[in-house]
């Protein structure tokens, strides 16, 4: 006959192991804080440009419309550098801590769950990417933020099925402020810095204080 | 509470199958290395366990090439999504019948 606690511990067994071999859940809250953090530092810096914007964007509009589809008209633009610095500080910084939080939970940072949560969130990262660029080359400048965050939310949705559920909270998030700002057009910076800067902060804080503060407390 | 203990299965008791058996319940199939790296065991443990769970029907194998280099996947039977679940109906009502 077994004891009671040895057959908990086997229910218990049971529910990890499926979450573990599903889900990638080593996603750290810090990383969802040092992400906030590099959009609201980005979101800074291209506020003075965007406001007296007028020669940036028209030097934009000049480099699509001469040079069509090409790297180096994007790369003259200050916005666009903005725009790469802060996105690929923000990935950097945000595998940092999700690596660092994966050695402590023993989980292999590279294993077949990372692989098909980055896979998830990439395929529509990408082909969102792609047609935002496109929006920038009609000069729809207006519609890029609520763009970025309806590409991001619904990334995030899908990708919230590999990953702790909670992603798909952040997800609805950015989704609701794309469409908020759908109908504010001319404040898509302030949005962007909500849903890339703020909600990441808070996504974070309320991730960490859930999972890793007690560990971190253990330790 | 006598059928309870009937319902738990024997090859269930192992961990590691159980473990197997967990991972396969929530993903369609799985390779031999994707098991590997989530129950953390080494090759010949695995295969035999494997091997078991095979035999009793609970598991099917497809072996597949990815390119030259043999690829086996594994995924639960019905019989064997049958069984795992029983066990943990099983493994419930004796937890409550404790309590």
């Given at each position: 006959?077994?004891?009671?606690?040895?057959i908990?511990?086997?229910?218990?067994?049971i529910?990890?192991?499926?979450q573990?071999?599903?889900?990638?859940?080593?996603?750290?809250?810090w990383?969802?804080?040092?992400?906030?953090?590099?959009?609201?530092?980005?979101?800074?810096?291209?506020?003075?440009?965007?406001?007296?914007?007028?020669?940036?964007?028209?030097?934009?509009?000049?480099?699509?419309?001469?040079?069509?589809?090409?790297?180096?008209?994007?790369?003259?633009?200050?916005?666009f550098?903005?725009?790469?610095?802060?996105?690929f500080?923000?990935?950097?910084?945000?595998?940092?801590?999700?690596?660092?939080?994966?050695?402590?939970?023993?989980?292999?940072?590279?294993?077949?769950?990372?692989?098909?949560?980055?896979?998830?969130?990439?395929?529509?990262?990408?082909?969102?990417?792609?047609?935002?660029?496109?929006?920038?080359?009609?000069?729809?400048?207006?519609?890029?933020?609520?763009?970025?965050?309806?590409?991001?939310?619904?990334?995030?949705?899908?990708?919230?099925?590999?990953?702790?559920?909670?992603?798909?909270?952040?997800?609805?998030?950015?989704?609701?402020?794309?469409?908020?700002?759908?109908?504010?057009?001319?404040?898509?910076?302030?949005?962007?810095?909500?849903?890339?800067?703020?909600?990441?902060?808070?996504?974070?804080?309320?991730?960490?204080?859930?999972?890793?503060?007690?560990?971190?407390?253990?330790? | 509470?006598?059928?309870?203990?009937?319902?738990?299965?024997?090859?269930?008791?192992?961990?590691?199958?159980?473990?197997?058996?967990?991972?396969?319940?929530?993903?369609?199939?799985?390779?031999?290395?994707?098991?590997?790296?989530?129950?953390?065991?080494?090759?010949g443990?695995l295969?035999?366990?494997?091997k078991s769970?095979?035999?009793?029907?609970?598991?099917?194998?497809?072996?597949g090439?990815?390119?030259?280099?043999t690829?086996?996947?594994?995924?639960?039977?019905?019989?064997?999504?049958?069984?795992?679940?029983?066990?943990?109906?099983?493994?419930?009502?004796?937890?409550?019948?404790?309590?």
């Amino acid at each position: 006959m077994k004891s009671e606690k040895e057959i908990a511990g086997t229910l218990s067994d049971i529910q990890k192991m499926m979450q573990r071999s599903s889900r990638f859940i080593s996603l750290s809250g810090w990383s969802g804080v040092a992400a906030g953090v590099c959009a609201l530092v980005g979101a800074a810096f291209a506020y003075p440009i965007i406001e007296d914007s007028s020669y940036e964007l028209i030097r934009l509009r000049d480099a699509f419309q001469y040079h069509s589809f090409s790297l180096s008209a994007y790369m003259q633009s200050r916005l666009f550098k903005i725009a790469l610095i802060t996105f690929f500080t923000a990935l950097i910084l945000s595998f940092l801590f999700t690596w660092l939080r994966s050695k402590k939970t023993n989980t292999p940072m590279w294993g077949f769950t990372a692989r098909r949560l980055v896979f998830n969130m990439s395929v529509p990262m990408a082909a969102g990417g792609l047609y935002i660029l496109k929006l920038m080359e009609a000069g729809a400048y207006v519609y890029i933020a609520p763009g970025c965050l309806l590409v991001y939310g619904l990334s995030l949705l899908n990708a919230s099925k590999y990953t702790l559920d909670e992603v798909r909270y952040l997800g609805y998030a950015q989704l609701l402020l794309a469409v908020i700002n759908l109908f504010f057009t001319g404040y898509g910076l302030y949005f962007w810095a909500i849903g890339f800067g703020v909600m990441h902060v808070i996504y974070g804080i309320i991730m960490w204080y859930k999972y890793e503060r007690v560990s971190a407390n253990t330790d | 509470m006598a059928i309870s203990i009937d319902n738990l299965n024997k090859i269930f008791d192992s961990r590691i199958r159980l473990g197997i058996m967990s991972a396969l319940m929530v993903n369609s199939s799985m390779s031999y290395n994707e098991m590997k790296e989530i129950l953390t065991i080494t090759d010949g443990n695995l295969a035999s366990h494997v091997k078991s769970l095979e035999e009793n029907g609970f598991i099917k194998v497809q072996k597949g090439f990815i390119g030259k280099k043999t690829n086996t996947t594994y995924s639960v039977t019905k019989a064997g999504e049958k069984a795992f679940n029983a066990h943990i109906v099983a493994l419930e009502q004796m937890l409550k019948s404790l309590k």
